[in-house]
């Protein structure tokens, strides 16, 4: 199953990838808008996949640095010891944040796309009728 998961610098560079996708401003053409959203589709599916491995390497680091960091866990207070354990494991948190907003971000700019396409359909139902 590891082998499936994918490694924390190849989650930055793909991220990174998809992020400079969807920081590319799309014209009103209903053509561009089909060929974008057949990418964001695409795009989407990744996200998801790159969300649940950016978990499991939280997770796990989580898990590794909880069990070092024990006795100074028990030291503090609950509430200071779950803000602690978030430091622990900040760019695991960051690429499961990052992922998790390309994704709803391919979510609004395939509605966009949709939209876009349905303009183009309503106006050459008007233009032939």
Request: proline fraction near 2%.
């Amino acid at each position: 199953m590891n082998q499936l998961i994918t490694a924390p610098a190849d989650i930055i560079s793909e991220l990174t990838t998809i992020q400079s996708f969807l920081e590319i401003t799309m014209s009103e053409d209903a053509n561009e808008a089909v060929v974008r959203g057949n990418d964001l589709a695409v795009y989407m599916s990744r996200t998801g996949k790159l969300i649940a491995d950016a978990k499991i390497h939280r997770e796990q680091k989580l898990r590794s640095q909880m069990i070092q960091e024990y006795k100074k866990l028990l030291e503090f207070p609950a509430s200071v010891a779950v803000k602690y354990t978030d430091t622990l494991v900040e760019n695991e948190t960051y690429s499961l944040t990052w992922a998790t907003r390309l994704n709803a971000a391919c979510t609004h700019q395939l509605d966009w796309c949709r939209t876009i396409i349905s303009k183009a359909k309503a106006e050459m139902s008007a233009f032939n009728q």
